[in-house]
């Protein structure tokens, strides 16, 4: 049996060495893993559960697809489409809403994170965000949904949407649907502060490395980058008490395919610089390239537009016939 894969990304802006290092490179895995059925979704309706400017929303889509394709996701092995476009998204979004309960939603850390202080003002959907994205996933018979640890919440409210589906219509319709969260690296940290998760929505843009960064740009961004006033750690423990030492052997570590302590091992006791020259080096060969390819790919963008066209299409198949049987559940 091939494991169906499915997983979504936000198109809001710039993608970041967080969400490669946490999600976009274990992707390019599963994609790799013939024993695999993958679909990637570029999840718009998530994306305007807060503001988004139209034309950069647009732009964020198609960049967003660039990346993926940059990265290594083969468009003709994987499914990559954006979620507007096929319609059962939003129906069976509707319908789960109302198997999902209200004490189940107000539980979601997110939520209450995402809407700060002043929830009256939070918007509908970034309330039931995660019914959607029970949907995404639901209507694909997904067997297995690699995300980040931040998600780890929302899967379990996929599986009780699910569950509680089957019971209310005493079918065994729905596939219960198994997280795939990385053990190491699902929390890459920001460059200026280890304890604060590396994000698209921090003010400061020496706390992150863009993926359409330019070398000069990666280098500058590590030499910047915090660390403490000690040399380089010597042993794996030390690590939990110095969060910007080991963010950055954390990254080291997945970018060269070294075990942490290993690279612990090799630079033990070392001056910062020198470890970080070793660092920018191994950042560049990584990123330059993805960087490169996703800047040429913005400039076909009829070849963006082509790959969502077919993979809608694909999609669409897919999905148009699991909203179709759950349309005859419900007793539309
Ligand atoms: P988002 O940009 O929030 O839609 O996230 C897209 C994917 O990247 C999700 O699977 C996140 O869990 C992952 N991700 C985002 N930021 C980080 C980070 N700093 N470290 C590791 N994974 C991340
Ligand atoms: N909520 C996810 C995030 O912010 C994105 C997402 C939407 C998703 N639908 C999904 C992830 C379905 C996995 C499966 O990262």
């Not at 895995?29 to 994306?47: G, K, M, P, R, Y």
Request: some cysteine; overall charge neutral.
């Amino acid at each position: 049996m091939k494991k169906k894969i499915f997983s979504g990304v936000q198109p809001t802006g710039n993608l970041h060495l967080g969400n490669y290092l946490g999600a976009i490179k274990n992707f390019v895995e599963l994609n790799n893993d013939d024993n695999n059925d993958c679909i990637f979704c570029v999840v718009d309706l998530h994306a305007i559960t807060v503001n988004q400017e139209p034309s950069e929303l647009k732009n964020n889509i198609r960049e967003t697809v660039a990346t993926f394709i940059a990265s290594g996701i083969n468009p003709k092995k994987s499914i990559i489409f954006n979620q507007s476009q096929v319609s059962a998204h939003s129906e069976a979004a509707w319908i789960f809403s109302c198997v999902a309960r209200m004490g189940w939603l107000n539980r979601m850390t997110q939520f209450k994170e995402k809407a700060g202080k002043d929830k009256e003002k939070a918007s509908i959907g970034l309330y039931s965000y995660p019914v959607l994205m029970a949907a995404d996933i639901l209507l694909y018979d997904a067997t297995h949904v690699p995300v980040g640890d931040d998600q780890r919440q929302h899967l379990e409210l996929c599986r009780d949407i699910a569950q509680k589906f089957n019971n209310d219509y005493k079918v065994d319709e729905l596939k219960l649907p198994e997280p795939l969260i990385q053990k190491e690296f699902s929390r890459i940290m920001s460059l200026k502060d280890g304890s604060k998760k590396m994000s698209k929505s921090d003010s400061s843009d020496l706390s992150r490395i863009n993926l359409t960064d330019e070398k000069d740009q990666i280098i500058n961004k590590i030499k910047k980058a915090k660390t403490d006033p000690l040399q380089m750690p010597s042993s794996i423990e030390e690590l939990e008490k110095r969060p910007e030492a080991k963010n950055l052997i954390g990254i080291f570590s997945s970018l060269s395919d070294l075990t942490i302590e290993n690279t612990v091992k090799e630079f033990s006791g070392k001056d910062f610089s020198k470890f970080k020259d070793h660092l920018s080096q191994v950042l560049v060969d990584k990123i330059i390239p993805i960087s490169k390819e996703i800047k040429k790919l913005l400039n076909e963008i009829s070849y963006i537009d082509e790959i969502l066209f077919e993979g809608c299409k694909k999609a669409e198949d897919i999905a148009s016939k699991k909203i179709k049987k759950i349309h005859e559940i419900v007793g539309f």
